[in-house]
């Protein structure tokens, strides 16, 4: 899943609609799940092989296969795959947009349930285990909303949006109650808006040549601070960072345009061909012409295999 980084911007699913789905995304060892970002909308991952971590703010948690994390509204979040596993990690995910949990009009369900969740007064489980029926219902609600959608059900949309009614229902008797007088249980404020501010900027600077003391002066920090900081915040360090967004990117541009692998790594950010090619065979293992390629092929056994059904089924 080649997910647009912070913050990310793309539209999931469409205004009549708001429900993205990503079905069986697997991730090898070693790898980032997700890298660190945030959107508007809400998402629940669901791990089906192996095990990853994820960080919701400041907190972090082990999923295992069968278990899910729910990522509320404008949560900084990230998933990683631990090394040495032996078990790459699949996961599904399920981002869709608040808009699609309000009321028609202001009743006691937008009062008591809906408003509370989007004004982060009531804070939901994040990590829904098996180990109780409430999180088995949830689990199972969630793979009717996965499959029903993956296989364009015609009713998809009405059992979707009936579903998460579900599972906010169930997650209701388990939600805490955010006070001020209590400290944050998923995080610092301050230190997940100071990083936002940071990870915002490169998200809007990465074809510039970016120098640490460009990102340190943005939250008034030394380069030495600002480098821990990250660190700590992200899991990766700054310079890290920014060349797995800028491979992502020419990722994209690889798979979309017809411009000259040098072309594209200026459009990037990188101003030494030889430089990133070892970056992007660091992060894809192989290089940007074998990447393209073997996208291009991947189109075309899917394409032959369209045609294959068709004629099988003419």
């Not at 970016?210 to 920090?221: C, G, H, Q, R, W």
């Amino acid at each position: 899943m080649n997910r647009d980084l912070l913050k990310e911007n793309r539209v999931h699913g469409n205004p009549m609609y708001p429900v993205s789905i990503y079905p069986n995304v697997e991730q090898l060892n070693g790898q980032s799940i997700l890298d660190c970002h945030w959107h508007d909308e809400m998402e629940f991952i669901v791990v089906r092989q192996g095990s990853a971590t994820f960080q919701i703010n400041m907190s972090y948690y082990e999923v295992n296969a069968g278990e899910a994390i729910f990522v509320n509204s404008g949560e900084l979040h990230a998933g990683y795959v631990e090394r040495d596993h032996g078990v790459p990690c699949i996961f599904s995910a399920v981002v869709f947009s608040p808009d699609l949990l309000l009321s028609h009009a202001f009743d006691i369900v937008q009062e008591k349930f809906i408003d509370p969740l989007l004004k982060k007064q009531l804070l939901p489980p994040p990590h829904i285990k098996r180990t109780e029926s409430w999180e088995i219902d949830i689990l199972h609600y969630l793979d009717i909303i996965l499959t029903e959608n993956e296989n364009k059900a015609p009713t998809c949309e009405l059992t979707t949006k009936a579903h998460l009614y579900l599972i906010l229902a169930n997650m209701a008797n388990h939600m805490q109650q955010s006070t001020r007088s209590n400290p944050n249980p998923i995080g610092s404020h301050e230190k997940v808006e100071r990083i936002k501010i940071v990870l915002n900027y490169i998200h809007d600077h990465y074809p510039e040549s970016l120098k640490l003391k460009d990102l340190a002066s943005e939250i008034n920090m030394s380069e030495g601070h600002f480098c821990r900081f990250f660190k700590q915040m992200v899991q990766k360090t700054p310079i890290d960072y920014m060349n797995n967004y800028r491979i992502q990117k020419a990722c994209k541009l690889l798979e979309n345009s017809d411009k000259k692998i040098v072309d594209i790594a200026m459009d990037v950010g990188f101003d030494n061909l030889s430089y990133f090619i070892t970056v992007f065979k660091n992060h894809k293992n192989c290089t940007p012409s074998a990447y393209k390629k073997q996208f291009y092929e991947g189109l075309n056994i899917q394409a032959e295999g369209t045609d294959i059904l068709t004629i099988h089924r003419m």
